[in-house]
């Protein structure tokens, strides 16, 4: 007869071992405080403004912290198609930024100490931000661009009323991708299709190495019926809308959606995509970028304006 033996393992060695492989997965994060001023330009908006600024005060905060990127740093790591940086605007550095906890701006107004001799009024904004960051972590190094086209070579940010919209992706890795577009005052989901239904399609599944063009019937990459869009504007100056690209490794559930709406625009009727507060939206990509590290949220900042 065999005699089994039972390992006793002492309570506090347990807990250590459960505590250490918490610490393990888990990052530090820190709350920091950034400040920018930013000189309106002659073909800037107020907007505009407002925005350069809110990155500028990030990266300031981030920097606050965890210091400078530097091209040559060689603690910056590129493993298996993922880069150990984060960028914000054009500017790459050390830090995620996770949410944000406040942000001020000032009026604009004139700064005489500023101006160059001779010139006239210049107007600038300032941005104070605090938030919540941690070091950066490793990322897929993902390719994508706005098309007004379905190819490649047809990339733009600047369309007109009536053109359509494709978009161009490509990542090193598998994962999971969501397209949204924010009008200003709220975000539309446009991919997944709605033809991906089920709960393995909280967000699209992407195969690495596979290049993309979404928005189109004809190119068919991903074997569902795409949805295909076209802008359309009824100001008679430039509006401004973004599309937010978000990516992970990782599987992720999607924000909560109002259905699709039903608009008439100047006679022409228009099927709105499914939705959510600009908020909502925000309070969505902060709870994911607390919980993946892996998880990517960049912005493509697009204008639409009339034919001429």
Known sequence: MMKTWQLAIPFNILLLVIFFHFSASSQKTYSSEG???VRIESNMTVEQAKEKARELAMIDAIEQVLGTYVEQNTD????????????IGTTRVKG????????????????PEKRVTGSGPEYYISC?????????SPKAKIVFATLNCPEAHCRQTEFYSGESLYLYFKSPIDGYLSIFLD?????????????????DYSAGLIEGDKDYILFSKKKRDISFLPEEYEFYSTKQGVEYNSIYVVFSSDAYKKPILDDQKNKNIDGVEMILPKSLTQKEFQLWLADNRSLLTGFIDARIKISIKQKE
């Open 76 to 87: 910056i790591t590129i493993s298996e198609g993922r880069d150990k940086y984060n960028i």
């Open 128 to 136: 104070t931000i605090k938030g919540e960051i941690r070091e950066a």
């Open 96 to 111: 995620d930024w996770i949410k944000t906890i406040r942000e001020t701006y000032s009026e604009p107004k004139d700064l």
């Open 35 to 37: 400040k920018s001023q």
């Open 183 to 199: 009008d200003g005052e709220r975000l539309y989901r446009l991919f997944p299709y709605s033809s991906m239904t089920g709960k």
